[in-house]
């Protein structure tokens, strides 16, 4: 597979809108990345700490597909080709709950997950997109951030320092920061 900008872009949305279920589900986040993987060639893998309960999940593994396509709508077939595992844990999810086989109506409730924390998916896919990977606690802060928590844009920049991540576009380092440390 070709890594373009387009389809780094596509990763990152995808891979934020798993991200953003997992913390908003509290099955924590553990890591999320969209560096190439050097088996199968795909890009973007999302971990979760926990997995939550059969309706979570399912939210969650649709979340990737709809966050893709809520960023771009042209993108639509190939978000669906992209997806087709975490169509197939979904139905798996369904068979847990008992329910018809339909996924249609978990789109449509993801789909409104999505738009209800999109603030936080796309600073999650802004930062995938420049830094490739991010950690369970960094994506926790930013959707602190997204939440209006006061102190959290300093708690990331703080925790950046820590573990050697450097500061991004949208959370720069400021100077007092850096001279507080
Ligand atoms: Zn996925």
Redesign the pocket.
């Known amino acids: 597979m070709r890594v373009t900008k387009q389809s780094l872009q596509a990763s990152a949305y995808?891979?934020a809108g798993?991200a953003i279920a997992d913390v908003r589900f509290e099955c924590i986040c553990d890591r999320v990345t969209i560096v190439q993987c050097q088996e199968d060639g795909t890009l973007?893998r999302?971990r979760s700490v926990y997995g939550g309960d059969a309706e979570h999940r399912l939210i969650a593994c649709l979340a990737?597909?709809a966050a893709e396509i809520e960023h771009d709508p042209r993108s639509e077939p190939q978000a669906k080709l992209?997806?087709t595992?975490?169509f197939d844990k979904a139905r798996g999810c369904l068979r847990e709950l008992g329910v018809k086989c339909l996924l249609a109506p978990w789109h449509k409730k993801t789909r409104q997950f999505v738009r209800d924390n999109w603030r936080a998916i796309d600073m999650v896919a802004r930062d995938l997109v420049e830094v490739k990977t991010l950690d369970g606690y960094e994506v926790e802060l930013i959707v602190n951030i997204a939440d209006g928590e006061p102190d959290a844009i300093e708690a990331l920049a703080n925790h950046r320092l820590m573990i050697g991540h450097s500061g991004t576009r949208q959370f720069p380092f400021t100077v007092m920061q850096l001279s507080e440390e």
Do not use: I, K, W
């Open positions: 995808h891979e798993h973007g999302e990737g597909y992209g997806a595992d975490d």
